[in-house]
T-cell receptor, first 113, second 114 residues
């Protein structure tokens, strides 16, 4: 059983909608990640939070807005998305240290219409 | 040259055989290496990680690392049809200022035939 949970499992939204993706981890990890994955491609890093502070933003468009309310929770706020943003959005968490294996949640399948 | 390279496959093996998946990387400073299994439509699942040269075994899985040759492999013994999936190799080069970003291969598709 995964200890990283994500809601919702599926989301369909229009280009003018505002929605949020949620992630929770129960592993005591202090780094959390958002990835985007398109079909037949590896995951693409979007954001990293370390100790609840944004430490990496991989030049993601501002229509994606991350938030880390506490060490267990991670949100991704979505606004004015484009159809090409349709993808599997993955949350992951890891310890902070040299040996920092990343564990993924089940993902949210997002479709933008 | 891609930073992390894998054969895309598909790699096809009969049930009960050994599946051998290979990955090469370009950054000599890389320190941690991961193998993820991903079923179609699902999220990546971490199945092995290795940090030191040599072999690391966990059940039917063995990861092998050779830093001098910049090569990491995954062996799956007694392959089962349930092992049919895409296997992603990921490497952390621990670059200054961005030591949390994994570099991913494109994945190898494995098919285990009953």
């Amino acid at each position: 059983d995964t200890e990283v949970t994500q809601t919702p499992k599926h989301l369909v939204m229009g280009m003018t909608n505002k929605k949020s993706l949620k992630c929770e981890q129960h592993m005591g990890h202090r780094a959390m990640y958002w990835y985007k994955q398109k079909a037949k491609k590896p995951p693409e890093l979007m954001f990293v939070y370390s100790y609840e502070k944004l430490s990496i933003n991989e030049s993601v468009p501002s229509r994606f807005s991350p938030e880390c309310p506490n060490s267990s929770l991670l949100n991704l706020h979505l606004h004015a998305l484009q159809p090409e943003d349709s993808a599997l959005y993955l949350c992951a968490s890891s310890q902070i240290g040299i040996w920092d294996e990343q564990y993924f949640g089940p993902g949210t399948r997002l479709t933008v219409t | 040259q891609k930073e992390v390279e894998q054969n895309s496959g598909p790699l096809s093996v009969p049930e009960g055989a050994i599946a051998s998946l290979n990955c090469t990387y370009s950054d000599r400073g890389s320190q941690s290496f991961f193998w993820y299994r991903q079923y179609s439509g699902k999220s990546p699942e971490l199945i092995m990680f290795i940090y030191s040269n040599g072999d690391k075994e966990d059940g039917r899985f063995t990861a092998q690392l050779n830093k001098a040759s910049q090569y990491v492999s995954l062996l799956i013994r007694d392959s089962q049809p349930s092992d049919s999936a895409t296997y992603l190799c990921a490497v952390n080069p621990h670059r200054a200022g961005n030591n949390r970003k994994l570099i991913w291969g494109l994945g190898t598709s494995l098919a285990v035939n009953p």
